[in-house]
């Protein structure tokens, strides 16, 4: 079965860089959209950044330019490198596995990442 386990998560001060990793299993991940969301609580989980197989990646505005997501599909293995983290880039990130570009398959247990002010 499908298994997309997280790491990375913690606490940062704001303006400092974290990276997310997420392992990949029972899936061809050579050809799997995958992404990362966060949530926070109260609100809805929302996408921060999702990569095609050939590495085409989107973003939405509040994340451009700090956010990058890349891949490893030797390893299944996808990144999420977050750099000049803001307090309200604090949130439970999930990794997850697309099942269309706006459909997600299954998710990750989440990390959390928390940005100090």
């Known amino acids: 079965q499908v298994q997309l386990v997280e790491s990375g998560g913690g606490l940062v001060q704001a303006g400092g860089s974290l990276r997310l990793s997420c392992a990949a299993s029972g899936i061809i991940f050579s050809s799997s959209i995958m992404g990362w969301y966060r949530q926070t609580p109260g609100k809805q989980r929302e996408a921060v950044a999702r990569?095609?197989?050939?590495?085409?990646?989107i973003y939405p505005d509040s994340v451009k330019g700090r956010f990058t997501i890349s891949r490893d599909n030797s390893k299944n293995m996808v990144y999420l490198q977050m750099n000049s983290l803001k307090p309200e880039d604090t949130a439970v990130y999930y990794c997850?596995?697309?099942?269309?570009?706006?459909?997600?398959?299954?998710w990750g247990q989440g990390t959390q990442v928390t940005v100090s002010s």
């Open positions: 990569i095609t197989n050939s590495g085409t990646a």
């Open positions: 997850a596995l697309q099942k269309t570009w706006s459909i997600v398959d299954s």
